[in-house]
């Protein structure tokens, strides 16, 4: 009878070791985040595509704050660093590899088959990696701290780039509207220039003067309304809606006061991002100095191995061989001659890190640089916003006295139609300025790290 006990013997006691090198690497580097969010596809099963009411400012801060690109895009950018991260913790750990061969013969001359089989298990540990795994715990935090600071921050992007589209779609359609209602009066007149050319009452330079007026105000009116189209595609892919999705105009938002330069720098120095990641990327390209530095002395291996060979004869089933075999390998490869490669990988380390420390001292003056014309362009907006309001409340009492004169029948419909026109795209100038304070003021919210609350707030009230 063949004698198979050993060999299955090794076969279970090899999978056992690996599997359990495997378990181990996953539950100490895989599940670093137990309260991480599900993966892109398994959210995306989730997500709203359609409503059953209005899309209202409320609603959608709501859902932009759930599902939209730029959550998505940065759940993807987190799952990536994941996986560094997982790369990064397993290289700590031990790496196992089966090895198996079976060998067929047929020596024909001596007339005998002969079968063989060989199985290795190679175990390989970098010893110089393996006193990391005491500080894993650390890393594993900073990591977890930085995810959450991370998803905060798309949260709020994401909201702030919601609202821009929104008040955007806003803007398009009021401008849509006006344009049309200055086509329609520019119809009008080319219509009553027809009747006064052929009356011989205006030139025909005068008639062909205002059918470009008037063709120009239709392509305008096209214009706006492939602007108002796209500007809807836009906002509603944004957040994954369906395109026939209905939107509610904007509520009526008190415009929130400005705070102080001093305070709007302070607070984004203290919570930027853009800090935070230009401070790890310091703290990498010094670990990378020091680990090119030593790098041409710590060119070590080691690997343990365990290995078994069964061998048989077809004709002599009593002639078995099995030999059980195990070992291992230390080495130590230390370049000679390199040209230089040691020497430049150091430099450029060196280079890479002393970049990363001007980036990040020069940092701070950029983000007080931006805050400062942010907020510049605000109280630039502000006071066109207080005199655009004066120019309107001037229209309303002009539209007021021609609209007297109309009554009493001192001027025609075509001049009343006229100051409507005027009126209306004051009004919608008025509106624009308020849309882009909204949206200006809350894009520095985001560089900020300040949140919406003014128009949550709002939008309870009302």
Request: hydrophobic share 40%; glycine share 2%.
């Given at each position: 009878m063949i004698k198979k006990s050993s060999f299955y013997y090794f076969l279970s006691g090899s999978i056992f070791i690996l599997c359990?090198?495997?378990?181990?690497?996953?539950?100490?580097?895989?599940?670093?985040?137990?309260?991480?969010?599900?993966?892109?596809?398994?959210?995306?099963?989730?997500?709203?595509?359609?409503?059953?009411?209005?899309?209202?400012?409320?609603?959608?801060?709501?859902?932009?704050?759930?599902?939209?690109?730029?959550?998505l895009e940065g759940r993807w950018n987190i799952e990536l660093d994941?996986?560094?991260?997982?790369?990064?913790?397993?290289?700590?750990?031990?790496?196992?590899?089966?090895?198996?061969?079976?060998?067929?013969?047929?020596?024909?001359?001596?007339?005998?088959?002969?079968?063989?089989?060989?199985?290795?298990?190679?175990?390989?540990?970098?010893?110089?990696?393996?006193?990391?795994?005491?500080f894993k715990d650390e890393l594993i935090n900073k990591s977890l701290k930085a995810e959450r600071f991370r998803k905060v921050q798309i949260k709020k992007k994401s909201r702030a780039k919601a609202i821009a589209l929104y008040y955007d779609y806003w803007a398009s359609h009021n401008k849509m509207e006006t344009v049309r209602f200055e086509r329609s009066l520019l119809e009008k007149d080319y219509s009553n220039a027809k009747f006064a050319f052929k009356n011989d009452i205006i030139s025909k330079k005068e008639l062909q003067n205002m059918k470009r007026?008037?063709?120009?105000?239709?392509?305008?009116?096209?214009?706006?309304?492939?602007?108002?189209?796209?500007?809807?595609?836009?906002?509603?892919?944004?957040?994954?809606?369906s395109l026939t999705t209905k939107i509610s105009p904007p509520p009526d938002l008190k415009l929130p006061s400005l705070q102080t330069l001093e305070n709007a720098i302070d607070t984004t120095l203290e919570t930027s991002e853009n800090i935070l990641l230009s401070k790890r990327q310091v703290e990498e390209a010094k670990k990378a100095v020091k680990k090119a530095k030593y790098k041409r002395w710590t060119n070590f291996s080691t690997s343990f191995y365990v290995g078994n060979s069964i061998s048989l004869d077809h004709f002599n089933l009593e002639d078995e061989s099995n030999d059980f075999n195990y070992g291992a390998d230390f080495s130590w490869h230390f370049p000679l001659f390199d040209a230089g490669y040691y020497k430049r990988l150091r430099r450029q380390s060196e280079i890479s890190y002393e970049k990363a420390v001007l980036e990040h001292d020069e940092l701070p003056g950029k983000i007080i640089e931006k805050v400062a014309k942010m907020w510049r362009s605000l109280i630039e907006k502000k006071k066109n916003i207080e005199l655009t309001t004066d120019l309107l409340e001037n229209t309303k009492k002009e539209f007021e006295i021609i609209k007297l004169k109309f009554d009493s029948g001192d001027i025609s419909k075509i001049e009343m139609d006229k100051a409507i026109f005027e009126l209306q795209k004051m009004n919608t100038d008025l509106l624009q300025n308020n849309y882009e304070y909204i949206v200006m003021h809350a894009n520095m919210d985001f560089f900020c790290g300040y949140d919406i609350e003014w128009i949550k707030e709002t939008l309870k009230q009302n």
């Open positions: 359990f090198l495997v378990n181990i690497s996953e539950i100490t580097a895989f599940n670093v985040d137990p309260d991480a969010s599900p993966c892109p596809d398994q959210q995306n099963k989730k997500k709203i595509k359609s409503l059953d009411t209005p899309l209202t400012l409320a609603k959608l801060i709501d859902i932009s704050s759930i599902q939209s690109k730029e959550i994941k996986m560094a991260l997982r790369s990064t913790l397993s290289s700590y750990y031990p790496s196992a590899d089966v090895i198996s061969n079976i060998h067929y013969s047929n020596f024909t001359e001596l007339d005998n088959i002969g079968d063989a089989f060989n199985a290795t298990l190679n175990i390989s540990w970098n010893i110089f990696s393996a006193w990391k795994i005491f007026k008037w063709e120009g105000s239709v392509w305008r009116y096209e214009e706006s309304s492939l602007t108002l189209e796209q500007s809807k595609k836009k906002l509603l892919s944004f957040i994954f809606l």
